[in-house]
Every structure is written in C-alpha cells, then in structure tokens.
C-alpha cells in the first residue's frame, strides 16, 4: 500500500474514491487500522471522553495530545496521521503555531486538525499553512463549543444556519485548509458543502454525500460507555475481531453502505 499523503487525499475526491478516516489512541490499535487500509488515523481530543472518562473534550491538554500522537504514529506506515488541536490552543494564532509545530515535531503528525471558522480560527489556518503544517478544518456540531451550543446538538438546522456554516467552509478552504471535517449536521448541507469547496469533506453524523467517513473507534466497537450516538455503528456487533469490524467499516465506507438513512439527520 502506497502512503497516503495531503495531496493524495485532494486526488481521491477528484476521482470519487471515498476516505477512509477513523480514531486511534493508542500504538496497538493503529496497528489495527494500518493493515484494515484505513486512510486517515486521527489522533481524536475524543480522547478526554472515550478514553479520559470526562464528559467533554475541553479538559484534554497539548502535552497530553502530543503523547498520544506519538503513541499513534510507531503504529502506523501508510496511514496518514491528523491530530487535534486541543481547546483553546486557539486562543491567538501564537499558540496554534506552537501546538501545530509540537503535533508536527514530536507527536509526528502529518496534518492538525481546528475547530470552526472564526476569524482568529482562518488567521491559525493560515499562519499554520504557510509554514507548510497542513491543516484540516472541522465544522457545524464542533464539540469544543459544546458550551456555547448548550450540548452536543446538531448545527445548521435553519437556512440562515445553514448559510452560515457553507459561508465559513469556502472560508476556511480560503485560509489554506486542506481538509474539511463536517460534523453534525443536516444531509442536505453537508451535500452543498462538499459541492461548494474543492478540498475533500469528511463526514460524522453529515450523510453519505461527503467525500469521505470518520467515526471514534470506540464507537465503532460499541465499547463507549453510555447510548450509542445515533450517527454511529457497532461494527463489531455480529463479528469476531476488532480487525473484522474495522475491516468491515472500511469496506462500508468505501461502497458507500455507511452512513444509511438510519445514522443520518435531515
Ligand atoms: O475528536 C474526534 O474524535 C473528532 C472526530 C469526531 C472528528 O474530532
Ligand atoms: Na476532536
């Protein structure tokens, strides 16, 4: 298998081969998805949830996102590495510089990943893209504003919603993103907004018409504690191997089986 790069993916949306993305945490279960073929890893701040315990992304630290992306990395070969920008390593672009260069130069990562589309989130994008850190942007249900959103609810419901969250997509492809993450929001927007911008959308809880998939690997072995997010899937559930259920959402991705109409909002 050939290594799958920035500019590989870009070419995979031009020929309408979906990406495969999912989360790892840890060396082992990088492994995992290294010989399922899995495209993307992302080292996931749904780490301070499925493997932290906490109740939310925002207690998760640089230095502890730094550990477990370089825990990833001695996993992988071919797998292309994203790892999350912890909260409010945001906070001016000073700091995404510095979180940036610490995924990069110790965690290993090839790509990091930033939530929303304000204007300090486009001047990080930027800053960080031309010192040659590809980014990856994430919008609509973005997690680390599970305060300001009052929960993890879904985001672009109304036009003027949807309007907004299709404005910040061009907006972040603009700032030099080269990767977009569509989390939690209605079929039809995620549809326009993989239309609308060139690089390649990855969706969770987003439909089947993003150019790619991602789900948090406890989800899809149906260990996180609690109910099942109604995006997710058990791939586990009537398979006898972690690798047969990553195997089997890999396949999934690929044919276009996952998401069905079950996992999906309109
Ligand atoms: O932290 C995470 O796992 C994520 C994905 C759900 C996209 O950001
Ligand atoms: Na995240």
């Given at each position: ?139 609509g ?41 569509l989390?939690g929001m209605p079929v039809a927007l995620a549809e326009r907004i993989t ?6 959308t990855?969706g969770i809880g987003a439909g089947p018409h993003c150019?790619?998939q ?17 995006f ?27 998401p069905a109409p079950?996992h999906c909002f309109n």
């Open positions: 298998r050939k290594p799958v790069t920035v500019p590989s993916l870009r070419a995979m949306k031009t020929e309408g081969r979906r990406i495969v993305m999912l989360t790892a945490y840890d060396a082992s279960f990088a492994h995992q998805l290294e010989m399922a073929g899995v495209d993307v890893a992302l080292v996931g701040d749904s780490l301070g949830m499925v493997v932290q315990g906490h109740a939310s992304t925002l207690p998760v630290t640089l230095d502890q996102m730094v550990y477990h992306t370089a825990a990833v990395s001695r996993g992988l070969r071919a797998t292309l590495l994203v790892a999350d920008l912890p909260f409010m390593s945001d906070r001016d672009t000073a700091h995404a510089l510095e979180a940036g260069a610490r995924l990069v130069g110790e965690g290993n990562a090839a790509m990091v990943k930033i939530e929303g589309g304000a204007p300090h989130v486009l001047e990080a994008i930027n800053a960080l893209s031309v010192r040659a850190i590809p980014v990856c942007a994430h919008l249900l973005t997690p680390q504003s599970v305060h300001k959103f009052g929960g993890f609810r879904i985001q672009g419901r109304e036009e003027a919603a949807a309007a907004r969250v299709l404005d910040e997509a061009r907006a972040v492809e603009a700032a030099g993103a080269e990767l977009l993450v989390e239309a609308a911008v060139s690089i390649p990855i150019d790619g991602v789900l948090v690997l406890h989800d899809l072995l149906g260990v996180t504690p609690g109910k099942r997010p109604k997710s899937k058990d791939f586990l559930q009537g398979r006898d191997s972690v690798s047969a259920a990553i195997s089997a959402f890999v396949d999934e991705v690929r044919s276009g089986a996952f079950e």
